[in-house]
């Protein structure tokens, strides 16, 4: 198990920017796939994007794709989400997770740990 731990929300103007960071406790994110997760208000939990154990792979939901990056730092202790050219439609709960799988990366079933979440809000 690897305890998680969310930070970088808050609340910025549609076309702005915002950096989020998942850091690992306890334990390093060697032999995980991280992800990130978010649920915009009144709505189920969706994909955003994942790396893979060696951080040599990405996933991106293609509502994010081409604006956010995933990427996990060379000490195998944080995983950051670089969020561009931010959109209304991009404010939600983000949740970082953590599992072994490498085939259920945008499932939520893929992932054992979750973080508590950070709120982002993008305003128009």
């Known amino acids: 198990q690897v305890q998680l731990v969310e930070s970088g929300g808050g609340l910025v103007q549609a076309g702005g920017s915002l950096r989020l960071s998942c850091a690992a406790s306890g334990r390093t994110f060697s032999r995980y796939t991280v992800a990130w997760f978010r649920q915009p208000p009144g709505k189920e939990r969706e994909f955003v994007a994942a790396v893979n154990w060696s951080g040599g792979t990405t996933y991106y939901a293609d509502s994010v794709k081409g604006r956010f990056t995933i990427s996990k730092d060379n000490n195998q202790i944080l995983v950051s989400l670089q969020m561009n050219s931010l959109k209304p439609e991009d404010t939600a709960v983000y949740y970082c997770?953590?599992?072994?799988?490498?085939?259920?990366?945008?499932?939520?079933?893929?992932?054992?740990?979750w973080g508590q979440g950070t709120q982002v809000t993008v305003s128009s």
């Open positions: 997770a953590a599992g072994r799988s490498d085939y259920l990366v945008r499932a939520i079933i893929g992932y054992d740990d």
